[in-house]
């Protein structure tokens, strides 16, 4: 099962969308968590860890293909893996059943990575880690669909506390994407940190 082609053309763009994570789901029972919440889901969004990059390890194709069965929503994978195994990921993951793939702005082949994303029919993003200024992915935001902001260190167990910085962050990030429509913050409070100038900007994502 699979969205259609034209899916994030699609998505609704006068409200914020529905973004759920797998991790915060049962994780002995995936399926049957995505059956209760199908219908409340705009993207379904996949942490990808690989225990060097980012702490932890999470999910991995042989899983994301499983799941691919039970929905026709589009998969958002998340990658956080480091530079070495970067494009194979890509590569496992579009076969997997991905419909975006997300890199980190940390990661060094961005270009090769977006490239490849791009040479698979994918949908591109780009995340930005805490310590990573909002100005360096601005090379890259006519290449990609979705630009994501971390609210929280990556792949730490949650829960965890907000960074002290965040709502500065989220306010600031506007000023240098502000020609960019698709911007998402992960492990933020939506409607609390939402600064009242993208009232105008009903296509802004946040999760």
Not at 131 to 151: E, K, W
Not at 154 to 162: H, L, S, Y
Not at 186 to 206: E, I, K, N, V, Y
Request: proline share 6%; aromatic share 10%; glycine share 4%.
């Amino acid at each position: 099962m699979k969205p259609a082609a034209n899916w994030i053309d699609a998505l609704s763009s006068d409200r914020l969308l529905a973004e759920f994570s797998l991790w915060s789901a049962d994780l002995a029972n995936l399926a049957s968590e995505m059956e209760r919440v199908e219908r409340f889901v705009d993207i379904y969004h996949i942490d990808v860890a690989d225990g060097h990059f980012s702490p932890v390890l999470l999910y991995f194709p042989d899983l994301v293909a499983a799941l691919r069965k039970h929905t026709p929503k589009p998969f958002h994978v998340h990658l956080m893996t480091t530079d070495d195994i970067l494009l194979a990921q890509i590569e496992h993951f579009a076969e997997a059943g991905a419909d975006l793939i997300s890199i980190h702005a940390e990661n060094q082949p961005i270009d090769e990575a977006l490239a490849l994303i791009e040479r698979l029919g994918l949908a591109a993003g780009i995340v930005v880690q805490l310590h990573t200024p909002v100005a360096a992915v601005a090379p890259y935001l006519d290449r990609i669909r979705i630009l994501t902001f971390l609210g929280t260190r990556i792949g730490v167990v949650k829960p965890e506390r907000f960074w002290p910085h965040t709502r500065m962050r989220a306010e600031s990030s506007w000023q240098p994407t502000a020609a960019f429509a698709s911007i998402r913050f992960q492990g933020f409070g939506a409607q609390a940190l939402r600064p009242s100038s993208w009232d105008r900007s009903p296509s802004t994502r946040t999760t």
